[in-house]
Nanobody, 122 residues
Framework: QVQLEESGGGLVQAGGSLRLSCAAS????????MGWFRQGPGKKREFLAG????????HYVDSAKGRFTISRNNAKKTVYLEMNSLKPEDTAVYYC???????????????WGQGTQVTVSS
């Protein structure tokens, strides 16, 4: 019943930036921890960044620390991922997710978005 819609992906050169958005349909958005995952070609889906019900609490995978920033706007029921200093290895399909626990885990995610493609060229 909960729909998550990602947007903002595209093609960017190495060193560039992108801002991803994920809009949720549920009025209970504030009750969910939110996160971003990604899946590169031939790879498993991996956790990237999470944000708790308290937007001051965030968690990042090591490769994203210092480059990516997750945030949320509860009034707009939207979670964002600002990506800077992008590298070719960041190329993947990026998914937003809603979970009842924090940080979100692949095994416990309740709702997934359909994904948005991010391609970083050399």
């Amino acid at each position: 019943q909960v729909q998550l819609e990602e947007s903002g992906g595209g093609l960017v050169q190495a060193g560039g930036s992108l801002r991803l958005s994920c809009a949720a349909s549920t009025p209970a958005f504030i009750n969910y921890a939110m996160g971003w995952f990604r899946q590169g070609p031939g790879k498993k889906r991996e956790f990237l960044a999470g944000i708790s019900w308290n937007p001051n609490n965030t968690h990042y995978v090591d490769s994203a620390k210092g480059r990516f920033t997750i945030s949320r706007n509860n009034a707009k029921k939207t979670v964002y991922l600002e990506m800077n200093s992008l590298k070719p290895e960041d190329t993947a399909v990026y998914y937003c997710a809603a979970d009842s626990r924090y940080p979100p885990l692949s095994k416990s995610v309740l709702y997934w978005g359909q994904g948005t493609q991010v391609t970083v060229s050399s």
